[in-house]
């Protein structure tokens, strides 16, 4: 009888305790990008996903920028050397694929852009019969003494471009 009255008693006093954290607890608030761009693709989001998580396919939707792509792997972890067109070069890794949620986030380690950090999320969702919402959101720090202007227009243009890219890709 002692040992089941102290087994409820540790029962109650776990319960009542992960109860208590759990409310202390509050959901994690998603911080805003930088900059985001967003527009319409004539394209079903299956389409998109199929052409953005082909890694070494930027050059073909974004050919402004992208001169080639060297890719190692495929999906989550995945790294692609992107060549510039004005020579600089970039080093990115997938840190999200997600085929089901039609997202994939790229890091970059070695930014042409004066910054600390430089992500770059891909959103695709549906926007009715064979149309396509895609997002693109950057978030980054530029680097202290760094133009922030200038920072800001050139990531700006870089997403701008991007987006143009992909939705001229499918008006062919």
Avoid at 43 to 48: F, I, K, N, R, T
Avoid at 72 to 85: F, S, W
Avoid at 87 to 110: H, L, Q
Wanted: proline residues 2%; charged residues 30%.
């Amino acid at each position: 009888m002692k040992r089941y009255l102290i087994l409820l008693v540790a029962v109650l006093v776990i319960t009542t305790g992960t109860s208590l954290a759990q409310r202390a607890m509050t959901a994690a608030k998603k911080l805003p990008p930088t900059l985001q761009r967003e527009g319409v693709v004539s394209a079903s989001p299956d389409e998109v996903w199929r052409l953005i998580s082909v890694l070494d396919k930027v050059d073909e939707y974004n050919s402004e920028f992208v001169k080639s792509v060297e890719k190692e792997g495929d999906g989550y972890e995945a790294y692609r050397l992107v060549k510039m067109t004005d020579g600089t070069e970039r080093g990115e890794e997938v840190t999200v694929f997600s085929k089901a949620a039609k997202r994939i986030c790229f890091k970059s380690e070695d930014s042409q852009y004066p910054v600390e950090y430089y992500i770059v999320n891909y959103y695709i969702e549906s926007s009715g019969k064979s149309k396509t919402k895609l997002r693109l959101e950057c978030y980054f720090k530029v680097n202290k003494g760094a133009a922030k202007t200038k920072t800001y227009k050139a990531i700006g243009k870089e997403l701008s471009i991007t987006l143009k890219g992909i939705q001229n890709y499918y008006n062919k």
